[in-house]
């Protein structure tokens, strides 16, 4: 992953990573239950999924619930899990037929916040999919950057103790080959929808050289013409990587 994925004048990102923003306020500004705009927003990946294997990019990673997102009403939390739960015992079908391939990333350990069922349909999703190339998704569930580089750490520092690791030998591969992402290429590009212009601990290590795009509409109403317009803007977008032009150097 530490290639910095797609070469500087590719016009097509590999990896599109969303935050999908604005599902609350589009169902509030409606009259709607906040729920009613998080089940709009699984339309909303639905919709994206397909656009992105027309177009042929292939990788996407959608932040579904972060390790903050704990803080919301129960009645809300519980409400995302049962739509992430229905989505994926509903759709397994379609999602093996369409060639996704699905993997997840956040904290998953046993005894910890996602339960035990969630944790086994996840650990299904994934082994189904398995062998799936089209488009390869990553939802991002219980997760968030800072608690990804934790984890790492936590990690180097028990194979440090057992005598695996010595300091000399942690380097980017090293934290690299732990990260939740492990063999995933680095987002080109992050989508953020609804306004807000930040990346609210999202892929911290992995977004070091990703575009931003940031967009007003709500993540409900995403469409496939305002993926297409994020496109048209990193196509036109120099990425130099902390190098220099690619005019300058000749
Ligand atoms: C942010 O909008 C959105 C979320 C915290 C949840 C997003 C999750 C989904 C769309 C479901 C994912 C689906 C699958 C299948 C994994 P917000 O609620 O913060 O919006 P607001 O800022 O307007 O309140």
Known sequence: MNDFAAPAHSHLPRHVAFIMDGNGRWATRRGLG?????????????????????????YATFYAFSTENWQRPLEEVSGLFGLMRSYFKKELAT????????????????????????????????????????????????????????????????DAAAGKIVPEQVDAAAVEQRLDTHGLPAPDLMIRTSGEQRISNFLLWQLAYAEFYFCEVAWPDFQATHLQAALAAFAGRERRFGSVPAAVAA
Do not use: W
């Open 34 to 58: 906040r729920l009613l705009g998080h089940s709009q927003g699984v339309e909303a990946v639905r919709r994206v999924c397909e656009e992105l294997v027309k177009l042929g990019v292939p």
């Open 95 to 158: 999602i093996i037929e369409k060639g996704l391939r699905v993997r997840f990333i956040g904290d998953r350990r046993l005894g910890g916040k996602l339960e035990a069922d969630l944790l086994a349909l996840m650990e299904e999703v994934e082994a189904k999919t398995a062998h799936n190339t089209k488009l390869h998704v990553t939802f991002a569930i219980n997760y968030s950057g800072r608690d990804e580089l934790v984890r790492v750490m936590q990690g180097i520092a028990a």
